[in-house]
Each structure stands twice: as C-alpha cells, then as structure tokens.
C-alpha cells in the first residue's frame, strides 16, 4: 500500500502540473472541483497507559459540488462526497471476551479504515475566471461513515483480525482546512469524535480521536 500512494503522489503532481493555467469557463464562474487528501496521521488523547503509534498514513479523494456567494466567486461554499483510507500502527489490541469487545495496551497493532466521506467547506480565495493558480483557505467540517474497519495483531506467528468491532464509533465529525498556493495546498483534519465508544483501559475510558496533517491536491 506505501508503494502505491507514492507513486499516486507523483502521479497526481505531474497531472496538475500539466493542466492548462486557465479555467475556461466564459463567463459562468464555478469551481467544481476533484480533490485527493494525502495524510500523516496520528491517534490523539490515547491513555498514557497505551504506547505510541508508529508510521501511520490517510489517503483520500471525491467531488466538490462548489456553490458562489457573492459573483465573483471569491466567497464559496463546497458540498461534497468522497471515499478515504486510512491506516494506522497503534498501540490498543483488541480481542473478544462473551461476544463483547475487549480492549488492552499492547504495542506493534494494525487498523484499517474504509470511510465514505462528506466534506462542507466555506471557502475563501483569490482566483479569476482566467487563472488557476491562486491563494485559497478552505475550512469546515468533514462527516464520515465507516463502511470497514479491521483491528489486527500477530500472536505466536499467527495474525489475528477481528472486523468492523461493534464498539467502532461509525459517524465521525472533524474540522478541516486546507490552505495554500496553486498546486501545493496544505491540509489538516482534528477529529472531534473519538474511534471507540463506551470502551475503557484498566478502568480508563478511552476518549482516542484522529488527527491529520498532509497535502490537499484540487482538479478542475
């Protein structure tokens, strides 16, 4: 999976290099916009018992219905609806105890994430009907529902998974912004809801919630 975001990455900057530095739109001014997330990811609030994540990543991408406030399009609101990934290396293992979830502090874990994702932006920037590249600031509130998600350890040489668990909180809220110059935007998710809910740690809630820094990439 590494391999691929790389080369999607190259990929993805090469395309958008080559696009044309023009909307060509005439005189109707609207952004709809493709748009893909690359993404550091890092567990937040996790108990001081559970050990540090390692080396986690978040990938994602959808359309961005863009609705103008005022006629030049300088002021905008964007409704949208994508796919993201995410995966972590942390530090909670999970099994079953009597078909009930059962968390503890052990290191070297993996989760995987499937979201259908819902971005809502207020968006400021700087374009014309004839440039593309310009200043923007995008913030707002991203919704996701989880469509998968997959815990799993090795034990003893053996790997165990155990799937979409039930204490997995399925809606999730964050707020968003991305901000930059032509191409390279910056981009930052602070998740507002915690993964798990009514889950505990040696008699410790567990209130863990997700946060990301990366690259925001815009396709007209």
Known sequence: MKKIFIILFFILCNNLYSQK????????????????NLSYN?????PKEVSSSKFS???SGGYIKDIPIVTNGKLAFGVGLGYGFDSFNHGVKVSQVSS???LESIPNNKLRIHNIEMPLQFRIRSSEVNKYSFWRIYVGVKITYNL??????VTNGTTVNFSNIDSFNKWQTGLTISAGYGTFNFYAYYGLTPIFKD????NIPINTKIFKLGLSFYLL
């Open 57 to 59: 990543y978040g990938i």
């Open 21 to 36: 530095d023009s909307l060509d739109i005439g005189d109707k001014y609207l952004e709809d916009q493709l748009y893909i």
């Open 42 to 46: 890092v567990l937040y609030k996790q």
């Open 199 to 202: 889950t505990m740690i040696n």
């Open 148 to 153: 998968n998600n997959k815990f799993s350890y």
């Open 100 to 102: 009930k979830d059962f």
